[in-house]
């Protein structure tokens, strides 16, 4: 019927020939962009929006560019895992993470988190789900005993981050996992600052991982999105809830994530190797107090970062702490010249953001230090750039500090 010779001008526009459908396959991913898919007839529309068919309906349910980026990451963090891993997409980190959270928890529930997590999660798990009458609380995660006493028969879910934001502890993944398959729960870790190619969680018994992949997966800081792998009955059951709640991943922010993994391991080997060097001469420089990186043999979670994380391999972000307190973060940021003061991490770019006054400044002075934060702490995001002029731009910064 496709541009009917009767039709009017303006229903031939609209009813234009098909696009051609190659037999050849695509090396790029195709971009789906499209809301809806038609279908045979009535028939095919309800078998699919009753799951009794596979296939595609609606791209809030599902896009086959977004299920390209799910099923890559699916396979990179699945490498080795038994079962059947699978993954799912959502328009944010915290899109995916809210969809944990309400596809696991009902009235009455509780959860148990680690009290070192990006201050989002922390705002989702203290004050939105807690007017749903679910109960958290967020404890020292790097002690598995008080884990295991923070556990109770309403508990649904153990949750923890990979690499803490902005202290870079290391969460002893085996021992939650352990902690909570005991008690018969699942363990959630959210990876965004590890990655696959530092770590890979399911490989350490946890049941879901999570990422913001506007960090590290996208790369360039163009792209806002989530992801979300694991234990295929689980990654179903928050798929489901993403269709309820909405945050879809858009079928063009799929296909550049979906691009960025492919230099993903180049891009974080470059991220690591220059965060150490990174980490290493900020951490002798007489203006600083202390320098939080896992590659650091100083670093309280080094011995655990060596054996869980791949080798060599201990993430793009480093915290230098220097003395002044919230005027001498700010002092040290004004200083630098390649570093950008900017939102966000993991991309090309090195940025920099003074922790108390920015990311975490929901925290009083005792939350800052329950948290292991001292009120001069600066946050870097080792970009991509050449590692000696990153490096160079902070040692001068910090040279600076002494002219006041
Ligand atoms: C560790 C971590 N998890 C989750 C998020 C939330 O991700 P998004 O901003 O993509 O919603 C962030 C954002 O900064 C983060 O740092």
Redesign the pocket.
């Known amino acids: 019927v496709t541009g009917a010779a009767e039709w009017g001008e303006s229903t031939r526009a609209v009813h234009l020939p098909p696009p051609p459908v190659p037999e050849q396959t695509s090396l790029g991913l195709p971009v789906w962009r499209t809301a809806a898919f038609a279908f045979s007839g009535p028939e095919e529309f309800a078998e699919l929006l009753a799951g009794t068919r596979p296939g595609y309906s609606y791209s809030r349910i599902a896009n086959p560019t977004t299920d390209a980026f799910a099923a890559g990451v699916a396979a990179l963090e699945g490498h080795g895992v038994p079962g059947e891993v699978a993954g799912e997409t959502f328009?944010?980190?915290?899109?995916?993470?809210s969809a944990i959270v309400f596809a696991l928890c009902r009235s009455g529930s509780h959860v148990v988190g680690s009290r070192e997590?990006?201050?989002?999660?922390y705002g989702l798990l203290s004050h939105v789900l807690t007017r749903f009458g679910v109960s958290v609380d967020l404890v020292d995660t790097g002690d598995p005993a008080v884990v295991r006493s923070a556990v109770r028969a309403e508990t649904v879910l153990i949750y923890a981050?990979t690499?803490?934001?902005p202290t870079m502890s290391v969460a002893d993944l085996p021992a939650l996992a352990e902690v909570a398959h005991e008690a018969g729960l699942p363990l959630v870790v959210?990876s965004?600052?590890a990655t696959p190619v530092v770590c890979r969680p399911l490989a350490h018994g946890a049941d879901l991982v999570?990422?913001?992949?506007?960090?590290y997966l996208g790369g360039h800081g163009d792209v806002?999105?989530?992801v979300v792998a694991g234990r295929a009955e689980l990654v179903r059951r928050v798929a489901a809830m993403r269709t309820e709640l909405g945050a879809a991943l858009s079928p063009d922010d799929g296909f550049l994530l979906h691009r960025g993994l492919a230099t993903l391991p180049l891009r974080m080997e470059r991220h690591c190797a220059s965060a150490l060097a990174f980490a290493e001469a900020t951490g002798t420089h007489p203006r600083v107090r202390r320098v939080d990186y896992p590659g650091l043999s100083t670093h309280r979670d080094h011995a655990l970062a060596t054996k869980l994380f791949n080798p060599g391999r201990f993430g793009g972000v480093v915290t230098v702490t220097v003395e002044g307190g919230r005027a001498g973060a700010a002092a040290l940021c004004q200083r630098l010249r390649l570093a950008v003061v900017a939102?966000?991490?993991g991309s090309h770019r090195t940025k920099v953001s003074p922790v108390a006054t920015t990311?975490h400044r929901q925290l009083d002075d005792a939350a800052l230090a329950a948290a292991r934060i001292n009120p001069g702490a600066v946050r870097f995001s080792i970009g991509l750039e050449d590692p000696e002029d990153i490096v160079d731009d902070v040692l001068k910064a910090l040279d600076g500090l002494d002219e006041g």
């Open positions: 328009a944010s980190g915290m899109g995916a993470i997590v990006y201050g989002g999660t981050e690499l803490a934001n959210d965004t600052f999570v990422h913001s992949a506007t960090k806002t999105g989530g939102s966000s991490l990311t």
